[in-house]
């Protein structure tokens, strides 16, 4: 418990000084030096889902998620990316015995993914050991009450949870195996997926909490060592999906920063490791509203994240995706909230997966029969998903339908870049029914585009320039 409340102290003590900083209007956030790129040098920006919180109860352990909501979601959504949940406990059901099964049941569903161009990043979750992730045979709570309450981040403060974890992490000595057999069970999925070209990456695991440990001892002594121990077994595998790597719990949620790595990437070329923390801004989640003079504490909330994770991410030498970030549509002010997060990300040119896209959740886009629902067109905005060069800024305006991209060519360098340079977009083709017009400035002879509007997607090439590039998007009128 005093754990808890030094972390709400460390957190408001941080925002204040950050409020000290920033003054009343607050400066522009500055983009992480790292970008995820391409093969040809681009900077990506991914967007998507987290698929999704109904796997956790699922006796097969998978989302319900058809390929035609994916259709729809890559359409509606435009993702490119989303994170799906994976569990121990279906990987390892018994020690030493893997579920090729299992393995086999996630596949399909990569490849389904894979078939609308969407990237897959094979998240191992967990939340409080014991709601969801370990199987049954790595919980020890040695009798020690655990419970999942209705607010589950709750249940952190419950000996038996904080236990089980002290037994994961090696706190104490009786159970040194566990690890081991996470690790391997980690080293089975890199074995079985190495040459998915659905996959994108692997999270290492989902929102480690410390148990008894003080966070910083954690993250520094047990985590690093720990990731560093994963990475180092899914290299032996798998050269070159990404991995991310996440904080512990639940601080770096609300902004505070983390003392994880450095890691080293035993690949072969440039290190392929993700900075991947969450974002939950903890005074939404005191009042579940954002509108008022509230708003402005919120806010203040999504900027400290910000600042916090882009020094995160540079201190690793990292790109940066944002992991998880949600709330229930039914809380007002919900769609402002995500605009705010969003625009926030545009200015970082930073990717995230939103939490969750389950159906039946309040939190989802969908409406429980897989039609949109009304957090659709919070989370359906225009953004840049593959940028010749570094990313400067983004911004979409949704009064006027407005999309500007700005970048610069130059000092981040493009190995494979060609001739001519491709820009990618994606814009929400319910933003332009009657079309969109583009303007590209400077604007050499021979540039041109191609918007495909079912699917929104849009492809600009211009022969390459040195210095700034600014594309504007704007809609066709009735
Ligand atoms: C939440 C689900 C909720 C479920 C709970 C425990 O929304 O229905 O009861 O998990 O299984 C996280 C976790 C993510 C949480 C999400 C929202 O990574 O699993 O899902 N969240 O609370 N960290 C902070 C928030």
Same mark, same amino acid.
């Given at each position: 418990?005093?754990?808890?409340?030094?972390?709400?102290?460390?957190?408001?003590?941080?925002?204040?000084?950050?409020?000290?900083?920033?003054?009343?209007?607050?400066?522009?956030?500055?983009?992480?030096?790292?970008?995820?790129?391409?093969?040809?040098?681009?900077?990506?920006?991914?967007?998507?889902?987290?698929?999704?919180?109904?796997?956790?109860?699922?006796?097969?352990?998978?989302?319900?998620?058809?390929?035609?909501?994916?259709?729809?979601?890559?359409?509606?959504?435009?993702?490119?990316?989303?994170?799906?949940?994976?569990?121990?406990?279906?990987?390892?059901?018994?020690?030493?015995?893997?579920?090729?099964?299992?393995?086999?049941?996630?596949?399909?569903?990569?490849?389904?993914?894979?078939?609308?161009?969407?990237?897959?990043?094979?998240?191992?979750?967990?939340?409080?050991?014991?709601?969801?992730?370990?199987?049954?045979?790595?919980?020890?709570?040695?009798?020690?009450?655990?419970?999942?309450?209705?607010?589950?981040?709750?249940?952190?403060?419950?000996?038996?949870?904080?236990?089980?974890?002290?037994?994961?992490?090696?706190?104490?000595?009786?159970?040194?195996?566990?690890?081991?057999?996470?690790?391997?069970?980690?080293?089975?999925?890199?074995?079985?997926?190495?040459?998915?070209?659905?996959?994108?990456?692997?999270?290492?695991?989902?929102?480690?909490?410390?148990?008894?440990?003080?966070?910083?001892?954690?993250?520094?002594?047990?985590?690093?060592?720990?990731?560093?121990?994963?990475?180092?077994?899914?290299?032996?595998?798998?050269?070159?999906?990404?991995?991310?790597?996440?904080?512990?719990? =639940? @601080? !770096?949620?609300?902004? #505070?920063?983390?003392?994880?790595?450095? /890691?080293? *990437? %035993?690949?072969? +070329?440039?290190?392929?490791?993700?900075?991947?923390?969450?974002?939950?801004?903890?005074?939404?989640?005191?009042?579940?509203?954002?509108?008022?003079?509230?708003?402005?504490?919120?806010?203040?909330?999504?900027?400290?994240?910000?600042?916090?994770?882009?020094?995160?991410?540079?201190? =690793? @030498? !990292?790109?940066?995706? #944002?992991?998880?970030?949600?709330?229930? /549509?039914? *809380? %007002?002010?919900? +769609?402002?909230?995500?605009?705010?997060?969003?625009?926030?990300?545009?200015?970082?040119?930073?990717?995230?997966?939103?939490?969750?896209?389950?159906?039946?959740?309040?939190?989802?886009?969908?409406?429980?029969?897989?039609?949109?629902?009304?957090?659709?067109?919070?989370?359906?905005?225009?953004? !840049?998903?593959?940028?010749?060069?570094?990313?400067?800024?983004?911004?979409?305006?949704?009064?006027?339908?407005?999309?500007?991209?700005?970048?610069?060519?130059?000092?981040?360098?493009?190995?494979?870049?060609?001739?001519?340079?491709?820009?990618?977009?994606?814009?929400?083709?319910?933003?332009?029914?009657?079309?969109?017009?583009?303007?590209?400035?400077?604007?050499?002879?021979?540039?041109?585009?191609?918007?495909?509007?079912?699917?929104?997607?849009?492809?600009?090439?211009?022969?390459?320039?040195?210095?700034?590039?600014?594309?504007?998007?704007?809609?066709?009128?009735?």
């Amino acid at each position: 418990m005093q754990q808890h409340l030094r972390m709400l102290g460390a957190m408001l003590r941080a925002g204040a000084a950050h409020l000290t900083a920033l003054g009343p209007t607050g400066a522009r956030l500055a983009p992480p030096a790292r970008h995820i790129r391409d093969a040809t040098g681009r900077a990506l920006v991914h967007r998507g889902m987290n698929t999704g919180n109904d796997a956790k109860g699922a006796a097969d352990g998978m989302p319900a998620y058809p390929p035609a909501q994916i259709a729809r979601e890559r359409t509606l959504l435009g993702s490119s990316l989303v994170r799906l949940l994976v569990f121990w406990k279906h990987l390892e059901p018994e020690p030493g015995r893997y579920d090729r099964a299992y393995l086999d049941r996630v596949a399909a569903l990569v490849d389904a993914y894979a078939v609308h161009g969407i990237g897959v990043i094979l998240d191992l979750h967990q939340d409080l050991w014991v709601d969801n992730g370990p199987p049954a045979w790595a919980i020890h709570t040695d009798g020690l009450a655990s419970v999942v309450p209705d607010a589950w981040e709750l249940g952190y403060l419950t000996p038996g949870v904080n236990r089980a974890y002290d037994h994961f992490w090696r706190t104490n000595a009786e159970h040194p195996e566990l690890m081991s057999h996470y690790e391997q069970a980690v080293s089975v999925l890199a074995e079985r997926f190495r040459d998915h070209p659905g996959v994108f990456g692997y999270d290492l695991f989902n929102e480690p909490w410390p148990g008894s440990l003080p966070v910083h001892r954690f993250e520094r002594d047990v985590l690093t060592p720990f990731y560093q121990r994963l990475i180092d077994r899914i290299r032996r595998e798998d050269r070159d999906s990404w991995i991310l790597v996440e904080p512990a719990a =639940l @601080g !770096a949620n609300w902004g #505070l920063p983390t003392r994880i790595g450095p /890691f080293r *990437d %035993p690949r072969p +070329g440039e290190p392929r490791i993700v900075y991947a923390p969450h974002f939950y801004s903890l005074p939404h989640d005191l009042r579940r509203h954002y509108r008022g003079p509230w708003k402005r504490v919120i806010d203040l909330s999504i900027r400290l994240w910000a600042r916090t994770v882009v020094r995160d991410a540079d201190r =690793l @030498g !990292a790109p940066l995706l #944002l992991g998880e970030y949600g709330l229930s /549509f039914d *809380d %007002p002010g919900a +769609g402002a909230f995500v605009a705010r997060v969003q625009a926030t990300l545009d200015d970082l040119g930073a990717g995230s997966v939103y939490w969750n896209a389950t159906p039946a959740d309040s939190w989802s886009p969908w409406a429980p029969d897989g039609a949109p629902g009304p957090g659709l067109d919070a989370l359906a905005r225009p953004y !840049a998903r593959a940028i010749p060069g570094v990313p400067v800024g983004m911004r979409a305006e949704r009064t006027r339908r407005l999309f500007r991209l700005q970048y610069a060519a130059g000092s981040d360098p493009a190995p494979g870049a060609s001739a001519e340079e491709t820009v990618e977009l994606w814009l929400p083709p319910r933003w332009y029914p009657h079309g969109v017009d583009v303007a590209c400035s400077p604007a050499p002879e021979g540039w041109r585009w191609h918007w495909d509007a079912p699917t929104g997607s849009l492809t600009l090439h211009a022969p390459p320039v040195v210095g700034p590039r600014l594309i504007r998007v704007m809609p066709v009128p009735a």
